[in-house]
């Protein structure tokens, strides 16, 4: 099974959708990230089944709507190691630089 490891500019990215969420009076902003990192563990088993992207990421598509993420990571068969680098909502156009 895959190991999953986050970037350092992850956090900043949670921190970003968590504001955003309470600026618009979400009520379950922490429930929804938690179940956003739940999700992202299927790449424990599942390690390609992201969409392909650019320079050899993948993404994982996370919900849908409203409610819908995309997180970018790089797959390396050599170690078995799932790198999470950036994660955003599907409504957003980009990934933000950090």
């Known amino acids: 099974m895959a190991k999953i490891y986050f970037a350092d500019d992850v ?3 949670f921190k970003r959708i968590l504001v955003h969420l309470r ?4 009520s379950d902003g922490v429930e929804r990230l938690e179940g956003l990192k739940a999700a992202i563990e299927v790449l424990t088993s599942n ?3 992201g ?3 650019a320079d ?5 598509i996370v919900g849908r709507g409203m409610r819908g993420y995309v997180a970018l ?7 078995d190691l799932v790198k999470i680098l950036a994660i955003r909502s599907q409504r ?3 990934y933000q630089p950090t």
């Open 92 to 94: 957003e156009s980009g």
């Open 11 to 13: 956090a900043f990215d």
């Open 51 to 53: 969409r392909p992207s």
């Open 47 to 49: 390690p390609l089944i």
């Open 56 to 60: 050899g990421c993948r993404e994982l």
């Open 23 to 26: 600026e618009h009076a979400s």
């Open 73 to 79: 990571y790089h797959y390396d068969e050599r170690t």
